[in-house]
Each structure stands twice: as structure tokens, then as C-alpha cells.
């Protein structure tokens, strides 16, 4: 079975600073790892995917994200955070062919 | 376009009354899933249909029943609304064969008074 873990329900940060999402999965075969943003009111949006390769991945909006196998670890970066930024952001995990299991999101707060 | 389209938006109603909430995507894909986002904000995987068939039903109350009358559409029905049932309903598709990642719909907002 897989599980994600989103240890921070949630982070407040002055604007222009930095941010870090953290994510850590659990899941006995390879996977597929995923962040989502949610705006008030608003759907799901993907923000960037970690499918092979590479282990950094760079997203939308300025974000990315590094994926670490030994530390199972998928934590979300932005160097410089601006107002807009304020959401909910879920990570997620999933396998061949299977559906996403969402870890419980982390509220980031920008603040001005 | 409209990739992941969900009607209606927002839906309030009673206690005991029976509701659909539809779900269509222009993109293709063949696998499509309904999720639930409680009002913790938690998103859990309710189904999921390939090609119009059923492959994966969590444990959720036989009063919810989706229906896929095609590879395009998966509408889901519930029966005798309970206040629990109150929550966000997710579409999403994705492009079968193991392919990963999803679209999500807008959402729709249930409320039962």
C-alpha cells in the first residue's frame, strides 16, 4: 500500500522569503510522485510531477521539487514566495495504473 | 476548452433527497475517478472506471453509484443524502495503460442540510 506523509499542516512565511514543503511517501514498488495546488474555492492544479529521470524537477510558478529515494522524500521548493502563492498544497503518490493518494496538504500562508 | 468539466458547481439539498453530479473530459483519456475532499480538506479516491468499466470502488456507502455511459463521461448518483455526504466531489481523468498523473474537474460543492 502507499501513504503520503505531509509533515507540516501549515506554513506561514513572510513574502520574498524562501519555502519548503515537505513530503515523505511510503511504497513497496516504484512510483510516480506528484504536487497539487488548491486555491480557495478553486479545483486541483498540477504544479510539477516526478515520473523518471532527472531527480530535480522544476514546475510552474517558480516551484520545484526534489526527488530523494533513500530518504523516500519528495519536499517542495520555492526560493521566493509572493502573495499569490497563499494555497493549499498537496502532495501525492501513485503507481502503474493506479489511482493518487493524496497526503492530508500543508496551508501556506504568505505573509505581506 | 474546458478539459475536466463538472456540473453543477455548488448543490444544496435535503436530507434523504437523491442528487447526480456529472463529469465530462474533451481529452481523450479513458480512465476517469470521482475523489472526495472532506472538509478537512483530505482528497480519498471514491472510483474508478476504465473504458466505461468499473476497477476500482473504495469503501463508500452503496448509496453513491456512478455510472460511465461512456469513456467521456462518468456521472455520479447518490441516494437518501445523508449531512456526512457534505464535502467537495472531484472528476479526474488520465490517459489509461498506467499512465500517471491526472486532470481534475472544478469541483463540486455538496452541502446537505
Known amino acids: 500500500a502507499q501513504s503520503v506523509t505531509q509533515l507540516d499542516s501549515q506554513v506561514p512565511v513572510f513574502e520574498e522569503a524562501p519555502v519548503e514543503l515537505r513530503c515523505n511517501y511510503s511504497?513497496?514498488?516504484?512510483?510516480?510522485l506528484f504536487w497539487y495546488v488548491q486555491y480557495p474555492n478553486q479545483g486541483l492544479q498540477l504544479l510539477l510531477k516526478?515520473?523518471?529521470?532527472?531527480?530535480l524537477v522544476k514546475g510552474i510558478n517558480g516551484f520545484e521539487a526534489e526527488f530523494n529515494k533513500s530518504q523516500t522524500s519528495f519536499h517542495l521548493r520555492k526560493p521566493s514566495v509572493h502573495i499569490s502563492d497563499t494555497a493549499e498544497y498537496f502532495c501525492?503518490?501513485?503507481?502503474?495504473?493506479?489511482?493518487?493518494?493524496f497526503g492530508k496538504g500543508t496551508r501556506l500562508s504568505v505573509i505581506a | 476548452d474546458t478539459a475536466v468539466s463538472q456540473t453543477p458547481k455548488y448543490l444544496v439539498t435535503q436530507m434523504g433527497n437523491d442528487k447526480s453530479i456529472k463529469c465530462e473530459q474533451n481529452?481523450?483519456?479513458?480512465?476517469m475517478y470521482w475523489y472526495k475532499q472532506d472538509s478537512k480538506k483530505f482528497l480519498k479516491i471514491m472510483f474508478s472506471?476504465?473504458?466505461?468499466?468499473?476497477?476500482i470502488n473504495e469503501t463508500v456507502p452503496n448509496r453513491f453509484s456512478p455510472k460511465s455511459p461512456d469513456k467521456a463521461h462518468l456521472n455520479l448518483h447518490i441516494n437518501s443524502l445523508e449531512l456526512g455526504d457534505s464535502a467537495v466531489y472531484f472528476c479526474?481523468?488520465?490517459?489509461?495503460?498506467?499512465?500517471?498523473?491526472?486532470?481534475f474537474g472544478p469541483g463540486t460543492r455538496l452541502t446537505v442540510t
Open positions: 481529452l481523450g483519456h479513458d480512465t
Open positions: 511504497s513497496s514498488v516504484s512510483v510516480y
Open positions: 501525492a503518490v501513485s503507481g502503474v495504473g493506479t489511482p493518487l493518494v
Open positions: 516526478y515520473l523518471s529521470g532527472s531527480t
Open positions: 472506471y476504465n473504458n466505461k468499466e468499473l476497477i
Open positions: 479526474a481523468s488520465t490517459l489509461g495503460g498506467g499512465a500517471p498523473g491526472q486532470y
